[in-house]
């Protein structure tokens, strides 16, 4: 298996100052990357949770414009405390509250390295459908506009949204683009015939299985031309989950996307697939090994451990940087020498 260059943690919880003060930051990860002039832009998945009380689990949402906490008895019979991101109905499992509420804040760097982290959220969540927060975004330039997507989350369900901005000061939110569940969208950087193409990922809950899908729009809003494109049925590596990773980015041999995909266990892996350029719905090829599995401590262990799960990458002369977030707890960044991964992907 290819290994990177290097592979460094750069941000982690205590780097950031809470947005309240009655509130922790247990995770910052996930984060949309992108240039911006001479600058690197990490858009942070910043999570955070209500300071601990003992037998006490806190739980927080969206309410009136802030983060709203309340507590609920850990000794209580009708709530299942097993998995730390939730709390779910003993009964039927069904999720009823999440334990954190996820904001989004900009770091800005110019050697990629060293960021320097806003004190407060660039985006809060804000509306119904966002009352559980906003996660993991993904950031592709569309001619003279970024384009953030992100998975807006409430008690109706993981819904993906758009965001536009020019500078990162200013964003017009689009709204909802599709319907629930369904994650991990990521824009094309550039548009193929004249339409925005993006690529996202289905929770089928009867039929079907989690698998990456490609979809086609006018104008990056009202999407169709759905089309499937790989997944748990193809077997690679066994895995039972596959989702987009980083917005794809162009090479000769065709789009190269940095995809994510994870086991019975919850353990995350990313790998290479080569799309066609002209027509996306064409796979020209799966690398057959991972290019970065939890291997490092700070990727085998954290808030979920067993984790590497990236949102977006910079090319850099002859080097191609992913960032990623380890162990849903801290971000870091692996180094590849872009010669050594075309070689995987020709």
Known sequence: MIQPKRRELLITPKDLIPSQVDLQVDCVFNAGVCTLGEEIILLLRVAESPKKQAGKRGVVMMAEG???????????????LSDPRGVKDAGTGKTLYLTSLSHLRIARSRDGIHFQIDTHPELFPTGEMESW????????????????SYT????????????????????????????PENKDVCFFPNKIKNQCVCL?????KGIGTPDIWCAFSPDGVYWGEHHRLFGVREGWQNMKRF????PP?????????????????NRYVLGIAVLDRKDPRKILKIVEEPILQPEAEFEKQGFYGNVVFTCGLVERADEIWIYYGCADTSTAVAVFDREELKKLWS
């Open 249 to 265: 980015f162009e090479a000769e041999a065709g789009w190269i996307e940095i995809f994510h995909a994870a086991d019975d266990s």
């Open 152 to 179: 807006a989350v409430s008690p109706a369900g993981s819904v993906p949204a758009v965001m536009t901005t020019k500078d990162f000061k200013i964003f017009e939110r689009k709204g909802l683009i599709l319907p």
């Open 243 to 246: 989702g987009a990773g980083a």
């Open 133 to 148: 927060g906003i996660e993991d975004p993904r950031i592709a330039k569309v001619e003279d506009t970024y384009w953030v």
């Open 66 to 80: 802030r983060s709203i906490v309340k507590w609920l008895d850990e000794a209580d019979p009708l709530y299942d």
């Open 200 to 204: 996202h990922r289905p929770v089928p």
